[in-house]
């Protein structure tokens, strides 16, 4: 078990990893499967059906619904937001009516970004601050705006690669050297293309 906030709620059932640390007036629900060396910020909220994987940092402020998973080295900014209901309505009961959301591994999501249920956002994937994501996200893309759309790709390393948005290119990495291949309008990195 990691490191808990005597403020923070953690109720029995919930799943924490080694190293998990969990801030200041946080609540995670019985139901929640969270990996190891995760960081949970001040006032953060996961719920019951919500599946988190290892080296994932959530920052202050974000609450993840039922029905949202986040894989490995996710990044939360600070008040993302996660619906995962198309059509809420107070006097509606919509619990069967849960639409799933997919985070892949590495991706970011900027401050006060907004996800909509029911999208999936690709591995390393960038997600600019106070975006509103509606629809799929590439794997490495950068997308940003309401609704959000994309201007890049994005590297490993958080870093803008010099590839056009739709068609063929090759780029590197400038903090890594790490080199990814666009066919096609889908990106990857060379060593995976060449496997």
């Avoid at 970004?113 to 591995?123: E, N, S």
């Avoid at 063929?168 to 990857?188: F, H, K, N, Q």
């Amino acid at each position: 078990m990691g490191l808990i906030h005597p403020t923070a709620v953690v109720d029995p059932g919930a799943q924490l990893g080694d190293g998990t640390r969990v801030a200041h007036f946080a609540h995670v629900c019985a139901g929640a499967r969270i990996g190891t060396n995760c960081a949970l910020g001040q006032g953060v909220y996961i719920g019951n059906e919500v599946s988190i994987g290892h080296n994932v940092n959530i920052q202050n402020n974000v609450s993840v619904y039922d029905a949202v998973t986040l894989e490995d080295a996710v990044f939360c900014g600070p008040s993302v937001v996660f619906t995962n209901v198309f059509n809420p309505r107070a006097g509606v009961l919509r619990g069967a009516e849960l639409c799933k959301t997919l985070v892949r591994q590495g991706a970011t999501l900027g401050a006060n970004c907004t996800v909509v249920c029911g999208t999936t956002i690709g591995r390393y994937a960038f997600i600019g601050a106070g975006a509103v994501v509606s629809r799929n996200v590439p794997d490495y893309a950068l997308v940003v705006g309401v609704p959000a759309r994309q201007i890049g790709w994005m590297s490993r390393h958080g870093e803008p690669l010099s590839l056009p948005l739709k068609g063929d290119g090759i780029a590197s990495c400038p903090a890594t050297g790490e080199r990814y291949v666009l066919r096609e309008g889908v990106c990857c990195l060379a060593a995976e293309v060449l496997a």
